[in-house]
Nanobody, 129 residues
Framework: QVHLAESGGGSVQSGDSLRLSCVIS????????MGWFRQAPGKERVGVAS???????TYADSVKGRFTASRDDAMTTLNLTMNGLKPEDSAMYYC???????????????????????WGQGTQVTVSS
């Protein structure tokens, strides 16, 4: 049974940093893409960062230069280091996995929530000004 569990969220001040982690278990293969998404109240879930099985990453324009996604070689931990946090970064953050994604599909729709198969329960990030 696949299980994803996020941790590391919290309440911080504008300009602070946080590191989110996602522990992943239960996949029978390591050939999956991994992603971070966020959802603010009343808004749709949007992609923040994603990583393909070869470690290539994509980022939403709103977080480029501030957020860094990383994973371990065993594909069991996904991290999101968030620097220079802003109030508009406040949201519930989710990690997700997408089985058997190809690089071409990853480029085309790696930031789309509908591409992903498994999800964690989320961790809340609140940034005060």
């Amino acid at each position: 049974q696949v299980h994803l569990a996020e941790s590391g969220g919290g309440s911080v001040q504008s300009g602070d940093s946080l590191r989110l982690s996602c522990v992943i278990s239960g996949h029978a293969t390591t050939l999956y893409c991994m992603g971070w998404f966020r959802q603010a109240p009343g808004k749709e879930r949007v992609g923040v960062a994603s990583i393909d099985p070869d470690g290539r990453t994509t980022y939403a324009d709103s977080v480029k230069g501030r957020f860094t996604a990383s994973r371990d070689d065993a594909m069991t931990t996904l991290n999101l280091t968030m620097n220079g946090l802003k109030p508009e970064d406040s949201a519930m953050y989710y990690c997700a996995t997408w089985l058997e994604c190809s690089y071409s599909e990853f480029v085309r729709r790696g930031s789309s929530a509908g591409s992903y198969d498994y999800w964690g329960q989320g961790t809340q990030v609140t940034v005060s000004s």
